[in-house]
C-alpha cells in the first residue's frame, strides 16, 4: 500500500511592521493605484503634498510648498504626532509605541515605498 504525503507550503509569518500598516489600510496603500487616500508606495523621498489629483489638506500642501520630504527621520515625528509636523493636517493617527513606529518605518521602505520616478 503506498502512503501519499501532502507537502503543504508553510505560510509566511506577517512581519511585525506589516501588522502595523494594517491600521493604515482604512486610508493607505502601497498600489500605485490605489483610490484610498494618499499611496505609500513611493513615499520615501516624495514631497509631502506631491501625488497629483489627490485631495490632500492644505495643510499638507503648504508642508510640501515648504519642502518638506517623507524619509525615516520625518515619518517617524509625523506619525508621533502629525499635527506637530503638519499644524492642520487630517491625518487621524496618533502614534503608537515608538518601536512599533521603526518597525512599520523600515516595512514601508522594504516595501516598496521607496522613491520612484522622483514622484
Known amino acids: ?31 500605485a493605484d490605489a483610490e484610498s487616500g494618499p499611496r ?13 489629483g489627490f485631495a490632500y489638506s492644505d495643510a499638507m500642501k503648504a508642508a510640501g510648498r515648504q519642502g518638506l520630504t ?10 508621533s504626532d502629525p499635527d506637530a509636523v503638519v499644524p492642520g493636517t487630517t491625518m487621524p493617527y496618533q502614534g503608537g509605541p515608538a518601536a512599533e513606529r521603526r518597525l512599520l518605518i523600515d516595512w514601508l521602505r522594504r516595501s516598496g515605498a521607496a522613491a520612484r520616478n522622483g514622484m
Open 1 to 31: 500500500m503506498a502512503a501519499f504525503i501532502l507537502a503543504v507550503p508553510p505560510q509566511s509569518p506577517v512581519e511585525p511592521g506589516e501588522r502595523a500598516f494594517q491600521r493604515c489600510l482604512a486610508c493607505h496603500s502601497l498600489q
Open 40 to 52: 505609500l508606495q513611493g513615499v520615501f523621498g516624495r514631497r509631502a503634498g506631491a501625488i497629483p
Open 70 to 79: 517623507w524619509d525615516a527621520p520625518t515619518l517617524e515625528r509625523f506619525l
